[in-house]
């Protein structure tokens, strides 16, 4: 199995903050990685899925990038409404694995 | 409106079966492949399979492998995740989502459905 490992598993930030979360996989995955921001009592919501393409209805402060093992989610001015837990994924193969998670908290 | 909808909370008792269910609506179903997810209280997303309702073909975890029932039923536009014996352990929330065809992500997630197992 690929195994996701996000850092760091939690941060605090403040609204207009630039945030960077880090997603590296057990071995390459090209550009199959996709991540998720979710609320509580919420479902999972894609924002980013081939690394770097920006999901439709997703603003464009969120963006993505890496490729092969390493891979990046930053957020450019956090909003309120940004303050959530954000997973990776890869979809390189089966079994599908996600990252542990990071939860965002305000400052 | 491209949706998936799912079955409502569920309190069983340990070695009780339940079947839940995830209907998609405004989309062509068969041609997607729809996955399930569990989310344990407090914890992260762990993938259990996936099935493509056009053949049925599924695919499982190795950690839900005979744990879990994955099928779909084209006619009624449903999937569903099935236990025969359920245990405290399986508590959690489970989600439904669709995998997108040309990105592999999955792009529709149902509302979840929670699981209670207690005696």
């Known amino acids: 199995d690929i195994q996701m490992t996000q850092s760091p598993s939690s941060l605090s930030a403040s609204v207009g903050d630039r945030v960077t979360i880090t997603c590296r996989a057990s071995?390459?995955?090209?550009?199959?990685l996709n991540w998720y921001q979710q609320k509580p009592g919420k479902a999972p919501k894609l924002l980013i899925y081939?690394?770097?393409s920006l999901q439709s209805g997703v603003p464009s402060r969120f963006s993505g990038g890496g490729s092969a093992t390493d891979f990046t989610l930053t957020i450019s001015s956090l909003q309120p409404e940004d303050f959530a837990t954000y997973y990776c994924?890869?979809?390189?193969?089966?079994?599908?694995?996600f990252g542990q998670g990071t939860r965002l908290e305000i400052k | 409106e491209v949706q998936l909808v799912q079955s409502g909370a569920e309190v069983k008792k340990p070695g009780e079966s339940l079947k839940i269910s995830c209907k998609g609506s405004?989309?062509?179903?068969?041609?997607?492949?729809i996955g399930w997810v569990r989310q344990m209280p407090g914890k992260g997303l762990e993938w259990m399979g996936i099935?493509?309702?056009?053949?049925?073909?599924?695919r499982y975890s190795p950690s839900f492998q005979g744990q879990v029932t994955i099928s779909a039923d084209k006619s009624t536009r449903t999937a569903y995740l099935q236990w025969s014996s359920l245990k405290a352990s399986d508590t959690a929330i489970y989600y439904c989502?669709?995998?997108?065809?040309?990105?592999?992500?999955?792009?529709?997630w149902g509302q979840g459905t929670m699981v209670t197992v207690s005696s």
């Open positions: 081939a690394a770097s």
């Open positions: 405004g989309y062509s179903f068969i041609n997607y492949w």
């Open positions: 099935i493509y309702p056009g053949d049925s073909d599924t």
């Open positions: 994924q890869q979809s390189y193969n089966t079994p599908i694995t």
């Open positions: 989502a669709r995998r997108d065809r040309e990105s592999d992500a999955f792009d529709i």
């Open positions: 071995q390459t995955i090209n550009t199959y």
